[in-house]
């Protein structure tokens, strides 16, 4: 990245005008994006370990409180709400997205999901009935 920004600021160019100072500049933006959105997954997992340890019930399973807090909806939220709740979580916080981070994110990531889907079936239930 250091050596792209020296390139784009420095007065010699493989070509004349400024088409590949362009194209300099496109792999810059895209590297730097690359890197801040990893930089936020990373972050993502290192907070999002602390919310899935939410309090459960004596008998292992997630209570409809905890369950709203997890995908972090109202208790009086509609089922779309829920459902949009559900689809952001899991985009974000699916193991695949985490593939490149490393093991003890992957794992992290699954223990996460795995949260997320009891947590979506204990509303989905409740609204159900």
Request: no cysteine; net charge positive.
């Amino acid at each position: 990245m250091i050596i792209l920004i020296i390139y784009i600021i420095s007065p010699l160019d493989l070509f004349p005008f400024v088409f590949d100072d362009l194209i300099a500049s496109g792999f810059l933006i895209y590297f730097w994006r690359k890197f801040k959105n990893q930089k936020n997954q990373r972050n993502y997992y290192s907070k999002g370990q602390s919310q899935a340890n939410i309090k459960s019930k004596p008998d292992g399973q997630m209570g409809l409180d905890q369950a709203h807090s997890l995908l972090n909806v109202n208790s009086d939220a509609s089922w779309s709400d829920v459902q949009k709740a559900y689809k952001e979580k899991m985009t974000k916080s699916h193991p695949d997205k985490v593939a490149h981070l490393g093991e003890e994110l992957q794992e992290k990531a699954r223990e996460l999901a795995v949260e997320i889907n009891k947590a979506y079936n204990i509303i989905k239930s409740h609204k159900r009935s």
